[in-house]
């Protein structure tokens, strides 16, 4: 398939671009700045994907429109741009996805796969105050956002939703938590298990060529409808029980559902397994030093 | 003279800056990123060309101009973005230096004035080899921007008598390049028919667009800086009709190493002398015609 990536010159994108090489697609990488390292066998084009002219250029680019788009251009979570004005999160993030949607909708492009997060799920925030109505969290857990950019995830997959109302394309919202790469797990590690340990909004995380894989299976796979996905891995990323680190950080929420225990993730990922046929294959236990 | 360069950051406006500084003249480096390589006796300073005002800074008490900026192809950014950059670069650089009162633009146009590399639709040229007179058979957006770039050129001189040459080179191969480049044409030696078997030694090229500098008694002209031997093992004769299908006999005549394209008018009027010939530079395992 020819397909386009924006964003293809960060991270999660840097993966998704190798992996779907890999797999034989065309690829085009939809960029903010040129890539540092390009992936041998994938194009690019530099596009500010908040201008909607840009973006109808690159998926309709020298005569050729893109048969699927995956959509990872976004300002992420990541320090030092997640110190960026919010309004420009949201700004930059919430436009780019819907340029996006809007330019599939005039090509005729069939399948959309963008990215939204665990940031839809931000009770971590409440200060242990606000719990989910239950664990494992799923694509059924209600919303709850604090900040500019959790907001622009979930437009990100209204937008999804939009654009499979309007034209029936596939558009799948891709969920990751904490995202690490295999060279960032030792750093992630002794975060995790430092003197002031770091937590993020779950104990779940994704493994980035594990989520690249999904990203493949999602633009792949026909007949997907319009769907949210959890991309996490099976275990917590955690040394205590996950009922131990739900009860710590929650122990001013009132009565909590905890359907985990023991090494188990908080999130489940059972939805993403069986549409997609995708499974983790990359543990952090795997990266531990021995 | 005092010269600014604009794009003198970028290959070829780096080999001008520094064979003009080597030459005597006052180099101004009007770009806006800085260089990346050393140039010694050249003067940076940061201007955008879609910035009137910045040119207008960055070009006071020059005597002339070098026109180099510009997207360099239309394969790495949406087409109206080429087009538009390329040529609204030309004409806020015309309209500072008439502002200015400066005499003389030198602008790097391209062999794409005639719009082959990065066609939409297979042509074939008019007739062999091409030269100055060849109408432009332009359709993507690269080559647009340099046709639009040289009318804007004529049209100021016509309203003030600027001097304005346009210097048309095609690839542009650095001493270092001449070996990989000679074993990739050697591999697929009908490649090069997209532009007309055409090179110019780097060296070579930073001396014509001085010369055009120089003879400050040509007022507006255009003039191809291309070497007077074809970058191909094989007559054109043998390989034009292989590539262009429609070409029938019209290149019958270029046997020997004839090019594709003729630098006459730059032997006519700048007295160019090619120095760098590729069949001395380059190892041979094969003879080739001589």
């Known amino acids: 398939m020819r397909i386009v990536v924006t964003g293809g010159s960060g991270i999660v994108g840097g993966f998704v671009v190798r992996n779907l090489v890999a797999a034989g697609h065309d690829v085009m990488n939809v960029t903010r700045r040129p890539p540092r390292d390009p992936v041998p066998g994938a194009g690019f084009v530099q596009v500010d994907t908040t201008e909607m002219g840009q973006v109808v250029g690159a998926l309709k680019f020298r005569g050729k429109i893109a048969d699927a788009v995956i959509h990872l251009a976004a300002l992420p979570n990541v320090w030092p741009v997640a110190a960026s004005l919010p309004t420009e999160v949201w700004r930059i993030n919430a436009l780019s996805v819907y340029n996006v949607a809007e330019a599939c909708a005039q090509l005729g492009i069939g399948k959309l796969v963008e990215t939204s997060s665990v940031n839809v799920h931000q009770y971590m925030r409440s200060g242990g105050t606000i719990a989910p109505p239950r664990w494992p969290m799923d694509e059924t857990t209600p919303n709850w956002v604090i900040n500019a950019y959790g907001l622009s995830k979930i437009a990100g997959e209204a937008t999804a939703r939009m654009l499979h109302a309007r034209t029936g394309a596939q558009a799948i919202s891709i969920r990751p938590a904490l995202v690490i790469a295999p060279d960032e797990y030792a750093m992630r590690i002794s975060q995790m298990r430092g003197d002031r340990p770091k937590t993020w909004l779950s104990w779940s995380y994704s493994d980035a060529e594990d989520l690249a894989e999904a990203y493949r299976l999602a633009i792949e796979k026909d007949d997907l409808g319009c769907e949210a996905l959890y991309i996490v891995n099976d275990d917590a990323f955690t040394d205590a029980p996950i009922e131990t680190c739900i009860m710590q950080a929650y122990r001013d929420a009132g009565p909590l559902d905890i359907g985990v225990k023991g090494h188990a993730a908080d999130i489940a990922n059972a939805k993403a397994k069986a549409m997609l046929g995708w499974k983790p294959r990359h543990s952090w236990h795997d990266y531990e030093k021995r | ?290």
Not at chain 2, 85 to 90: D, F, L, R
Not at chain 2, 264 to 274: I, S, T
Request: glycine letters at 8%.
């Open chain 2, 1 to 290: 003279m005092k010269v600014v360069v604009t794009g003198g950051s970028g290959g070829i406006g780096h080999l001008v800056c520094i064979d003009l500084a080597q030459h005597g003249h006052e180099v101004i480096n009007a770009t806006r990123s800085a260089p990346k390589l050393p140039q010694p006796g050249v003067k940076f300073v940061q201007a955008n060309t879609s910035d009137m005002g910045e040119l207008v800074s960055a070009f006071a008490g020059a005597d002339a101009v070098m026109h180099i900026a510009a997207i360099p192809n239309p394969m790495h950014n949406p087409a109206h973005v080429v087009f538009n950059e390329n040529t609204e670069g030309t004409y806020n650089v015309c309209e500072a230096c008439y502002a200015l009162g400066i005499g003389s633009v030198i602008y790097a146009s391209s062999i794409n004035h005639l719009g082959l590399d990065f066609r939409y639709r297979d042509f074939t040229p008019d007739y062999f080899p091409v030269d100055e007179e060849h109408r432009t058979l332009a359709q993507d957006p690269y080559a647009l921007s340099k046709v639009a770039s040289e009318e804007v050129l004529h049209g100021f001189h016509r309203r003030c008598g600027m001097r304005t040459i346009s210097i048309r080179p095609p690839a542009v191969i650095l001493p270092d390049e001449y070996q990989r480049r000679f074993d990739a044409n050697r591999r697929y030696p009908l490649t090069a028919g997209g532009f007309l078997w055409t090179y110019v030694d780097a060296r070579d090229l930073a001396t014509l667009f001085r010369l055009a500098l120089e003879h400050t008694e040509l007022e507006d002209e255009v003039i191809y800086g291309t070497a007077e031997d074809a970058w191909a093992e094989r007559p054109l004769a043998e390989l034009v009709p292989q590539y262009f299908k429609q070409a029938g006999n019209k290149a019958a005549h270029l046997t020997g190493t004839d090019a594709g394209v003729s630098n006459a008018k730059a032997k006519r009027l700048l007295g160019f002398q090619q120095r760098f010939y590729w069949r001395d530079i380059v190892k041979k395992r094969v003879t080739s015609i001589e």
